[in-house]
């Protein structure tokens, strides 16, 4: 069974910064590119970021590049997103998303970890 | 970067009856990466269709997929009471802001 366990989230003051994990079990992690989603009530679902199966290839929307960084490590079979100055717009649930291979989309999703960002 | 409207904003309607839900794009894609998430409270979105109309493992096939270019829909053929739900849309890397099918 596909599991994913995010963790890291919390109250962070803006300009902070913090890292979230994600644990993935229940299939081969280094197989398959993982995401970084977040959602807001007033804006929904927004992609944050994605990492190629080793790695070797990020991407970003213009919103966090700059200040978002992805990454994994596939002996442990984690994905990270470290997030620094962090702003108030960036208060979201963050889900770690696996991606379909040859798809723009994401079969398995985390049950998400709450960042706030506030003084 | 491709914007996503979906419609209508909220569906009410009655267990049996048809749900009919609209994503438009901003711009045509002809790829064929159209896809359709369903989210309950307090749970992550789950994949439904990907593809335009390919069904995820496991989603019933009263859930189907249609459109292309820029006008795509899902259509729930007969609502059971476990469909009503919040459905999204995405395409690459945007997402539509929704849509509610509520119970009447």
């Known amino acids: 069974e596909v599991q994913l366990l995010e963790s890291g989230g919390g109250l962070v003051q803006p300009g902070g910064s913090l890292r979230l994990s994600c644990a993935a079990s229940g299939f081969t992690f280094s197989n398959y590119a993982m995401n970084w989603v977040r959602q807001t009530p007033g804006k929904g679902l927004e992609w944050v970021s994605t990492i190629s199966e080793s790695g070797s290839r990020t991407y970003y929307p213009d919103s966090v590049k700059g200040r978002f960084t992805i990454s994994r490590d596939n002996s442990r079979n984690t994905l990270f997103l470290q997030m620094n100055s962090l702003r108030a717009e960036d208060t979201a649930v963050y889900y770690c998303?696996?991606?379909?291979?040859?798809?723009?989309?994401?079969?398995?999703w985390g049950q998400g970890t709450l960042v706030t960002v506030s003084s | 970067e491709i914007v996503l409207t979906q419609s209508p904003g909220t569906l009410s309607l009655s267990p049996g009856e048809r749900a009919t839900l609209s994503c438009r794009a901003s711009q045509s894609d002809s790829n064929s990466y159209l896809t359709w998430y369903q989210q309950k409270p307090g749970q992550a979105p789950r994949l439904l269709i990907y593809?335009?109309?390919s069904r995820a493992t496991g989603i019933p096939d009263r859930f189907s997929g249609s459109g292309s270019g820029t006008d795509f829909t899902l259509t729930i053929s007969r609502l059971e009471p476990e469909d009503f739900a919040v459905y999204h849309c995405?395409?690459?890397?945007?997402f539509g802001q929704g849509t509610k099918v509520e119970m009447k």
């Open positions: 995405q395409l690459y890397g945007s």
């Open positions: 593809g335009v109309s």
């Open positions: 998303a696996k991606h379909v291979t040859g798809q723009h989309c994401f079969d398995y």
